[in-house]
């Protein structure tokens, strides 16, 4: 079983824009409790102070997703899922879907190969878009994902619409998108070292004949995305974070997060929780492109039928 084979058309922008975020759907939906695991071993210990080992809650991506379930329940895992798959149609779609497309427009006309610097600009452009347009639901389910973790365990919301309108209420319409910079440049870091990476990996195994394009090339090519984007972005993502789920007034700004994250923990601050961070991002970047580039194929065999 390799797959289906590359459509002889190619699939337009709106069969990949469709197709990317239900394969970002996909993704969440099987790596979500990495995710959180992820979340909760990023935000540990930025409200004890002093710390020390016996405080710590969460030991490890196994030991967090086991006390979780063991003082949570295995509920807990999915939590904040709702907005996750909001932010993913929205998100995915956006940054992955509209990836070629934006690619194209930054190429010269003529040229044979898009170049490196296009296809970093269109990672850029289609990351910082998508951020814009998605925030509020990243935001919310980041919160969703920490609540088990607060020092006063009550949840701050009942469900998702509820939390959209509380945080609009007692934080303003600014608080729906708090963290836009750091998230904006988490983004564009993750979607050159994602994208940009995978781009380049399967266009090197085909070019070589190393590899054929199915199955095979494009799990490769995305495990290597994965643990690409992991390396370049985890600094960017503890502190978005951390800022994302910090109370008003907690934080003046995503550079004083990073100021008291650095005085708290040190340089390996930046890199908490980067086990889970890499399973999660790199089985979420393997499921995410296979079922993408699966998905175009089927959407793109299917118009003839449906025409």
């Not at 452009?125 to 365990?153: L, M, Y």
């Not at 960017?236 to 974070?241: L, P, R």
């Not at 930046?270 to 790199?282: A, D, E, I, M, N």
Request: glycine share 8%; with cysteine.
């Amino acid at each position: 079983m390799v797959g289906l084979k590359p459509p002889e058309v190619p699939p337009t922008a709106a069969v990949k824009f469709v197709s990317a975020g239900m394969a970002g759907c996909i993704a969440d939906l099987c790596t979500f409790p990495l995710d959180t695991a992820k979340v909760r071993l990023q935000i540990q210990g930025e409200m004890r102070t002093p710390r020390s080992i016996s405080s710590m809650e969460y030991r490890g991506v196994l030991g967090t997703l086991s006390t979780m379930v063991r003082t949570e329940g295995a509920r807990s895992l999915y939590s904040g899922l709702v907005a996750g798959l909001q932010r993913q149609m929205s998100f995915a779609s956006i940054r992955i879907g509209l990836y070629d497309s934006v690619k194209q427009l930054y190429t010269p006309k003529g040229a044979e190969n898009t170049g490196m610097a296009a296809r970093l600009l269109a990672g850029c452009t289609t990351g910082a878009v998508a951020v814009a347009c998605a925030q509020p639901t990243d935001v919310v389910k980041i919160r969703f994902q920490a609540s088990g973790a607060v020092s006063d365990s009550a949840r701050r919301y009942s469900g998702t619409v509820d939390a959209y309108c509380t945080i609009a209420r007692e934080e303003g319409l600014r608080g729906l998108w708090r963290g836009t910079l750091p998230n904006i440049a988490r983004n564009a870091i993750i979607n050159c070292g994602e994208l940009v990476t995978y781009d380049l990996l399967k266009d090197a195994l085909l070019r070589a004949q190393l590899m054929t394009d199915n199955l095979p090339c494009h799990f490769v090519a995305a495990f290597g995305a994965g643990f690409c984007a992991t390396v370049v972005a985890s600094p960017v993502d503890v502190v978005k974070t951390r800022y994302m789920n910090a109370r008003p007034g907690q934080y003046r700004s995503a550079l004083s997060c990073l100021l008291a994250l650095l005085t708290q923990d040190g340089p390996a601050g930046l890199y908490k929780g980067f086990v889970p961070s890499f399973l999660r991002l790199g089985s979420w970047n393997v499921v995410m492109f296979v079922s993408y580039e699966q998905l175009q194929r089927a959407m793109a065999l299917a118009r003839p039928a449906l025409a």
